[in-house]
């Protein structure tokens, strides 16, 4: 909670969801009749038929949109909801806060009656193909080696299930960690980076070498060099998993 009371004041200013991303997950979530958001923050990529958002942050809560899902200040960890509450449960780009993991996937998995959709990456092709972590921001990298959770160990907790990439596009409008990919500069705006928890809570002071070394690179045209085939791409895949896990026999 206290994470996102902090982190998650100004979030709406540059956490808007994506439609190409919102459409994958709108896939995944299939004919669900109802949905429960957990850790839901300020309502992105939510369905119509989201029921409830469950978000620890009251900050968080407070900049849901007029006409949202009504939301509950709680925690993934002990949901306040009874078994088999609802169709699917969504968890996006929030297992990696949660206290404790395997409670709060228990959760899910029992208040979900046909499905879990969880959107989470793999820090492993994380680290070897963005190049902001990799080659400017190792501080960084390092920090969520520590709070990353490996996506065959939360497929395992979930029970199975697919994994399905999530390619990131170059004009993506959710400002996510690897969403400016190939707009460099929009990582040395205070507000971008206070958006996203990797570099929000490595701290300005860990990444200012980095920083000043990528805001050399684009003055001189070094990166515009270095990078060039990415400036060619349309998407890129950076390690971005939607995991579905399908319960029970009804499931569809």
Do not use: K
């Not at 206290?2 to 994506?18: H, Q």
């Not at 939510?46 to 029921?51: F, I, M, N």
């Not at 080696?145 to 399905?164: I, M, N, S």
Request: hydrophobic residues 40%; glycine residues 8%.
């Amino acid at each position: 909670m206290a994470t996102y009371d902090t982190l998650g004041a100004t979030y709406t200013r540059t956490r808007r969801p994506d439609p190409r991303i919102a459409a994958q997950i709108h896939a995944a979530l299939g004919d669900a009749q109802d949905v429960v958001n957990v850790g839901a923050g300020a309502g992105s990529y939510e369905p119509p038929q989201t029921v409830l958002a469950v978000e620890p942050s009251q900050v968080m809560i407070s900049q849901r949109p007029a006409g949202a899902a009504p939301a509950v200040q709680a925690v993934a960890e002990n949901l306040p909801l009874r078994d088999n509450a609802a169709d699917t449960v969504m968890a996006l780009l929030t297992v990696h806060h949660w206290t404790d993991l395997n409670a709060g996937i228990r959760e899910l998995r029992r208040v979900a009656r046909r499905r879990i959709v969880v959107l989470t990456w793999d820090q492993r092709v994380f680290r070897e193909r963005f190049w902001l972590v990799r080659d400017y921001l190792p501080e960084v990298a390092s920090y969520d080696d520590l709070r990353a959770v490996p996506v065959d160990q939360l497929l395992d907790l979930l029970g199975g299930g697919r994994q399905e990439p999530v390619p990131v596009p170059h004009d993506c409008v959710d400002g996510f960690g690897a969403a400016y990919w190939r707009r460099p500069d929009a990582y040395l705006d205070p507000q971008v980076r206070a958006g996203v928890s990797m570099l929000a809570q490595t701290g300005d002071d860990a990444l200012a070498p980095g920083l000043n070394r990528l805001a050399d690179d684009l003055r001189t045209g070094r990166w515009q060099t270095r990078y060039a085939e990415l400036l060619t791409l349309g998407t890129i895949d950076v390690g971005y998993r939607l995991l579905v896990t399908d319960l029970g026999p009804s499931a569809a």
